[in-house]
């Protein structure tokens, strides 16, 4: 098969007239100069780029959205009518609704997502007969959507600092990070769905735990996630506990490093920065969760100059526009800083696609070239959004004016996944969202 993009994104540059061959689920070739598309060539009208990558979702937190932004509160308040959702899920209800939400990421022109995933056991801790049920649950719900999925799947033992698990964090415990590690071992890859590790965060793992988790990602050579300093509070109680910061804490136990990717890392110390800079850590940025919960404005560009890759995610699905999270990396930090041009479109893409990809354990992905997988989006020019700019401004356009209503095609593995607007699967995608929000919130 043969894809003819009117405009591709190629390495940064915008080239006109792109043929993209496709086969065994990967691109073949890609020939520039074909200005026509042949007869059995499938025609994407519009700026096709790599598929972006999604480094940061909570599946059940959609069915927030709406709730939460009513009256004043904290993260602490969102946290509490977070609990309130997750308590009603059952494997059955998390496949409907995850399958809803990432057939949502698809229309965005989302080809994989990262799955933070701590809601593993039944209500009150019980465990299923399938241990692995609810992260079963997520790879098929990310398979039938037709997205690829990095299952994250977390580790999650206490309900703080020197606290045991409360009623909300029963189910999302192991007991132990050696029974953590027990379970996850009886999750396999396949072709769409990989393994990873993740970390809740300092004051949901006692520091006596952490090296197990990191020992346990680092022996499989799989990705490593974790909530960092999201929450001035957090750092706060982690001086108090441990006398050090959570970033210093994770550093001292073996949880940095080029495998692990800090979540947020909103407020850092220029010691925290240099540490994550110096350890090539990445750092998944979600602007749209960190504005909605009031969190603050990390130091991106400062973590980025001292050796952090970036990435962003939608996490709490306020909403799910990457193309959004890559614009507000910029604007935000025009805001703090009062200057413009921070980075350019081409780089804010980047960390939208390659970036993103290789956070979640598929570095192969990202790019349109010979061999990487065949997952791309189109992001229509000629909406009332988008049209105007000449084409070699094509990349500016679809990062600072387009949003997910503006991906017209999602292809991922060589095969349709989205077209013309219309998911191929799920068809009517606000339809299954509702339904499925119902069934956890009644």
């Known amino acids: 098969m043969t894809y003819w993009a009117e405009y591709a994104w190629l390495n940064g540059t915008v080239e006109p007239g792109v043929a993209l061959d496709v086969a065994a689920g990967r691109i073949t070739a890609v020939r520039t100069g074909v200005h026509a598309p042949a007869a059995s060539d499938v025609p994407l009208r519009g700026l096709t ?52 939400v990432y057939a949502e990421m698809a229309l965005a022109g989302i080809t994989a997502v990262g799955e933070f995933h701590y809601v593993h056991h039944a209500r009150g801790g019980t465990r299923y007969d399938d241990p692995n049920a609810m992260g079963h649950a997520l790879i098929a719900a990310a398979t039938e959507a037709g997205i690829r999925i990095t299952l994250l799947d977390t580790c999650y033992l206490s ?6 698990p409360g009623t909300h964090q029963l189910r999302f415990s192991d007991g132990t990070a050696d029974a953590w590690a027990e379970r996850v071992d009886a999750l396999r890859p396949d072709l769409h769905a990989r393994i990873g590790a993740a970390v809740h965060s300092v004051r949901a793992v006692p520091a006596g735990q952490l090296g197990t988790v990191a020992r346990w990602a680092k022996e499989r050579r799989v990705p490593l996630h974790v909530h960092l300093s999201e929450q001035t509070a957090e750092n706060d109680a982690c001086r108090e506990a441990y006398g050090r910061t959570p970033t210093q804490l994770l550093a001292e136990h073996g949880v940095t490093g080029p495998r692990t990717t800090a ?67 910029e604007l935000d930090e025009r805001l703090r800083t009062r200057t413009r041009g921070h980075w350019t479109a081409a780089q ?32 229509a020019l000629d909406s009332v959004r988008t049209a105007g700019p000449p084409p070699r401004l094509a ?38 969202l509702r339904t499925s929000i119902a069934a956890v919130r009644e």
């Open 49 to 100: 780029v790599p598929g972006l990558a999604n480094a940061h979702s909570h599946a059940f937190h959609r069915a927030l959205r709406g709730t939460v932004q009513v009256g004043s509160g904290t993260f602490w308040t969102w946290r509490e009518v977070m609990y309130q959702v997750a308590a009603r899920l059952t494997p059955d209800t998390y496949f409907a609704l995850a399958r809803a």
């Open 159 to 164: 309900a703080g600092f020197g606290k045991a």
């Open 263 to 329: 979540v947020h890392a909103t407020h850092l110390t220029d010691a925290d920065i240099a540490l994550l800079g110096g350890s090539a850590t990445g750092v998944c940025m979600c602007p749209t969760t960190e504005r909605d919960l009031a969190d603050g404005i990390g130091p991106a560009v400062a973590l980025q100059r001292a050796g952090s890759p970036l990435s962003l995610g939608s996490d709490s699905h306020a909403v799910i526009d990457l193309l959004e999270e890559a614009r507000a990396l």
């Open 348 to 379: 804010l893409l980047r960390t939208a696609t390659e970036h993103g990809h290789a956070a979640l354990g598929w570095p192969e992905a990202g790019r349109l070239e010979r061999g990487a997988p065949a997952d791309f989006t189109t992001v």
């Open 395 to 432: 990349t500016e356009a679809a990062v600072f004016a387009a949003g997910s209503a503006d991906v017209r095609h999602t292809v991922v593995g060589g095969r349709y996944v989205v077209r013309d607007g219309v998911h191929g699967v799920v068809g009517d995608v606000a339809e299954a």
